[in-house]
């Protein structure tokens, strides 16, 4: 029985929701089933009772719960052991992040990829988080911090870290659009988007988050300015110039944090999943391999 398999059951055994595991393991609810009945199929016994109203583990499940946890403990530690065991591996792995994953991410994984692989160098490239998928599928980057797409383009491995909410941010200084939404801690359909003026991502799936909650309202907003970067968004908004949609990561790490305050969207928009994605045959490089275990066992 794989890895995977038994962290499916895990996250189950914690949820006890098949929705809710799928969207932390970024499967489908299909896919979690399936994987469920062949563990059940192999081990030639039940794992949860399940009905329309609760899911429960079985006290074979109870017993199962026990092996699972120590068999992935036992992995990451030998993750850990062989990662010590290969320092003299050398040479350059390319990376590929935004300014804000640069250190609001890749700095928890750097000092200890140091430490434990001396000899690998980082090759960083930075820009839009929104060109990280691409960049990787053409080949031009061992690994890239990104968001999970939803849909997972094939060849490609993606390993969560962190996840960050998207966050409504308007000015925090005098200016119209601070007056306009004074005293307002969370927006719907009810506000007058027509008089607000809306700062979007260029692409990316910010941008697919927030035209798709004004779609579904039938809102048409009153778009000011379209920008590359969510970094760009944070400025202009700290500039008074009109609100956006960023995630939270985002707005930690900027220098004009000071300048904006978040506003709670109702209903929430969909959290970003931010971690690593390569391509399964990159994986295959030591290098590369190396570094993909070192942030997992840094997150």
């Known amino acids: 029985m794989d890895t995977k398999s038994l962290?499916?059951?895990?996250?189950?055994?914690?949820?006890l929701n098949f929705t809710r595991s799928g969207e932390q393991l970024h499967m489908s609810l299909s896919a979690v089933s399936r994987c469920l009945q062949k563990m059940e199929q192999e081990l030639g016994r039940r794992l949860f009772?399940?009905?329309n109203r609760?899911?429960?583990?079985?006290?074979?499940?109870?017993?199962f719960k026990q092996y699972a946890q120590g068999s992935i403990d036992n992995w990451q530690k030998f993750n850990r052991e062989f990662a010590n065991e290969g320092q003299d591996l050398q040479g350059e792995v390319s990376v590929y992040s935004s300014v804000t994953?640069?250190?609001?991410?890749?700095?928890?994984?750097?000092d200890p990829l140091r430490e434990r692989h001396p000899g690998i160098d980082i090759k960083l490239h930075t820009g839009?988080?929104?060109?990280?998928?691409e960049r990787i599928q053409s080949g031009l980057e061992d690994i890239a911090v990104a968001s999970h797409p939803g849909q997972l383009p094939t060849k490609l491995e993606f390993q969560a870290l962190l996840r960050s909410p998207l966050l409504l941010i308007v000015p925090d200084i005098p200016c119209a659009t601070a007056e306009a939404l004074s005293g307002i801690d969370q927006v719907d359909e009810t506000l007058d988007w027509s008089a607000i003026p809306v700062i979007v991502a260029e692409r990316g799936?910010?941008?697919?988050?927030?035209?798709?909650?004004?779609?579904?309202?039938?809102?048409k907003p009153n778009i000011y300015a379209q920008v590359a970067g969510h970094e760009a968004i944070v400025a202009m908004v700290g500039l008074g110039l009109g609100v956006?949609?960023?995630?939270?990561?985002?707005?930690?790490?900027?220098?004009?944090?000071?300048?904006v305050r978040s506003l709670d969207m109702v209903p929430t928009l969909e959290d970003f999943s931010v971690g690593l994605v390569s391509l399964g045959q990159r994986l295959e490089n030591p290098l590369v391999r190396a570094f993909w275990n070192v942030a997992q066992a840094s997150y």
């Open 7 to 15: 962290r499916v059951f895990l996250s189950l055994a914690e949820t």
């Open 101 to 110: 994953a640069s250190y609001g991410v890749l700095s928890t994984i750097l």
């Open 54 to 63: 609760s899911v429960r583990l079985t006290p074979g499940g109870e017993q």
């Open 244 to 259: 956006g949609i960023v995630p939270e990561l985002v707005i930690n790490h900027s220098a004009l944090r000071d300048k």
């Open 49 to 51: 009772e399940r009905d």
């Open 205 to 219: 799936l910010s941008r697919q988050h927030l035209q798709q909650w004004f779609r579904q309202r039938g809102i």
């Open 128 to 133: 839009d988080q929104a060109d990280a998928i």
